[in-house]
């Protein structure tokens, strides 16, 4: 059984660039959920992905979109982006909406300067 | 807005010594009461979890005490090692969605 991917780990962006960030969940699950975990602190909920819709949104901009593939892979792609953005964006991947019982994926660190 | 608060922020036990970590929730309509375990450079690792109708769960070394009159859930790590240092996170789930304390991070020392 494959575990949560994510790419790339690490990238560097200067503010007002775009970025995506790719994941690939856990063999079984179609749900993605998206987390922004800023240094020292809890992760954040930014959006979750079932069946390649949009089930849920946090508190972030719109700047913040994604997709979900037909093979429940997702992406994050985040616009003009800003020096805030900086953080380590995790995907977690669940089997329907259970989403207690996520897994992780190791994170992408962003760095904005 | 955090909904759920976590406490301490850090903590030093000794070897084979008890952590303890505690969160408080406001929210009655969180279904499902998971704790992650971080290390430096990983994604949280789901450790053990707890559903508001049970008041205690325990797994090896790791318990989960559950007070759900007051809106309140502890882990106690028992026989605390240094392989157990890491940042731990409290979470809430309801509405799709998990909403995460700020962490504890733990250090065990030899």
């Known amino acids: 059984e494959t575990g949560v991917t994510q790419s790339p780990t690490h990238l560097i962006k200067t503010r007002g660039q775009q970025v995506t960030l790719r994941c690939s969940s856990q063999?079984?699950?179609?749900?993605v959920s998206w987390y922004q975990q800023a240094l020292g602190q809890g992760p954040q909920f930014i959006f979750q992905?079932?069946?390649?819709?949009?089930?849920g949104r946090g508190n972030f901009p719109p700047r913040f979109s994604g997709l979900q593939f037909p093979n429940y892979s997702s992406e994050l792609n985040v616009n003009a982006l800003e020096l805030d953005d900086s953080a380590l964006y995790l995907c977690?991947?669940?089997?329907?909406?259970?989403?207690?019982?996520?897994?992780f994926g190791p994170g992408t660190r962003l760095t904005v300067t | 807005q955090q909904q759920v608060k976590q406490s301490p922020q850090s903590l030093i036990v000794q070897k084979g010594g008890i952590s303890i970590i505690n969160c408080a929730y406001e929210?009655?309509?969180?279904?499902?009461f998971p704790w992650y375990q971080q290390f430096p450079g990983k994604g949280p690792a789901l450790l053990i979890a707890?559903?508001?109708?049970?008041s205690e769960k325990k797994e090896g070394r790791f318990t989960i005490s559950f007070n759900k009159s007051a809106k309140q859930f502890s882990l106690h790590i028992m026989d605390s090692q240094p392989g157990d240092s890491a940042t731990y996170f409290c979470?809430?789930?309801?509405?799709?969605?998990?909403?995460f304390g700020a962490g504890t991070t733990v250090t065990v020392r030899a």
């Open positions: 992905y079932y069946r390649e819709e949009e089930n």
């Open positions: 977690a991947s669940s089997a329907g909406l259970a989403v207690h019982e996520q897994y």
């Open positions: 063999s079984g699950h179609n749900t």
């Open positions: 979470a809430a789930s309801g509405d799709y969605k998990l909403s």
């Open positions: 929210n009655t309509a969180f279904d499902y």
């Open positions: 707890i559903r508001p109708d049970v």
